[in-house]
């Protein structure tokens, strides 16, 4: 079991920076991929990044790639997502997700386990 708590969220504006961190309890979580999701009101969660167990594998969602960085320190069991250059179409709820296996994906039905979500708000 891995439980998972979001921060970092918050209200910027466009072309700045925030840190999403993933706290996670449970001594799996360094042997479980992660990943970030993001949700807008009356649509899907998106996909926006995953790591491998280790961080020897990162993938990105082509709206996000230069932009978002996702890391993960297993000593602090923590994940982490940068987001630099912001822009208000990166408004949204934003979710960690674990998986069970060390191999990471980028559809959200295959996660195990999420976080309650950390609000980011990109004004213009």
């Known amino acids: 079991q891995v439980l998972l708590v979001e921060s970092g969220g918050g209200l910027v504006q466009a072309g700045d920076s925030l840190r999403l961190s993933c706290a996670a309890s449970g001594r799996t979580f360094s042997s479980s991929a992660m990943g970030w999701f993001r949700q807008v009101p009356g649509k899907e969660r998106e996909f926006v990044a995953t790591?491998?167990?280790?961080?020897?594998?990162?993938d990105y969602a082509d709206s996000v790639k230069g932009r978002f960085t996702i890391s993960r320190d297993n000593a602090k069991n923590t994940g982490y997502l940068q987001m630099n250059s912001l822009k208000p179409e990166d408004t949204a709820v934003y979710y960690c997700?674990?998986?069970?296996?060390?191999?990471?994906?980028?559809?959200?039905?295959?996660?195990?386990?999420w976080g309650q979500g950390t609000q980011v708000t990109v004004s213009s």
């Open positions: 790591i491998s167990d280790r961080g020897s594998f990162v």
């Open positions: 997700a674990a998986r069970r296996s060390p191999t990471s994906r980028n559809n959200a039905r295959e996660y195990d386990y």
